[in-house]
């Protein structure tokens, strides 16, 4: 949907904490909060509508020149499981099966009828606190593969019983994953809660 520039990096690269960054890695996915940039393409919000989605970045052959006035900002996220632990939910269009089974795992969990709008204000609550990423805390044992926990100010992938480091270009780190104690984790509760009964997020290769 979107070619890359090959210039300078834009900030339009998003991290697990849903910070919008510069840098080189493009990633898996393509995503928007609404106008988030000016005339010069510099970021001036961090978001402007509840809506936060995560898209194909290849869709009915659809091109986009990245950051045009007035038009929507176009994000770029590592993987889907970046996606999530940044607070966006899959775009009802470009990936409408994805949407929805999202859609269902979310009925079945919280009751239906579950609309987006209706999903969109639950998640909204539950990744700011204010205007900073909220975070909630949970036991290590219970959180499934693919959500984002932050320990000493770097964002970790669960995954398969170790922790994966996030990097704008793939997972470069791993570590144990801990038996006990708590982890700030940083996907919305919600999100979480899909991923435990049976949500697929796709993960960067890098992985393993």
């Given at each position: ?75 770029f996220f590592l993987d889907e499981a970046t996606a999530f632990a940044a607070g966006h939910r899959p ?105 435990a009964a049976g949500l697929p997020v796709a993960v960067h290769p890098s992985a393993g």
């Amino acid at each position: 949907m979107s070619r890359s520039t090959r210039s300078r990096p834009l900030q339009n690269r998003v991290t697990p904490f849903g910070e919008l960054v510069a840098v080189r890695g493009r990633g898996l996915l393509m995503g928007n909060r609404g106008v988030l940039h000016d005339g010069e393409r510099r970021i001036v919000r961090p978001w402007q509508v509840r809506r936060w989605i995560a898209c194909l970045t290849d869709f009915r052959g659809r091109y986009r020149a990245v950051m045009q006035p007035r038009r929507y900002t176009e994000l770029f996220f590592l993987d889907e499981a970046t996606a999530f632990a940044a607070g966006h939910r899959p775009c009802a269009e470009c990936r409408h099966a994805d949407y929805r089974r999202f859609r269902g795992l979310w009925e079945a969990r919280y009751g239906a009828p579950a609309s987006a709008d209706a999903m969109d204000r639950v998640l909204h609550a539950e990744r700011l606190e204010g205007r900073q990423k909220r975070t909630h805390a949970a036991r290590f044992a219970g959180l499934p593969d693919g959500a984002y926990v932050a320990l000493e100010g770097t964002a970790w992938l669960v995954c398969r019983g170790e922790l994966h480091a996030w990097g704008d270009a793939g997972y470069a780190r791993r570590r144990r994953r801990p038996r006990n104690g708590d982890a700030d984790v940083l996907t919305p509760p919600s999100i979480v809660a899909l991923l435990a009964a049976g949500l697929p997020v796709a993960v960067h290769p890098s992985a393993g």
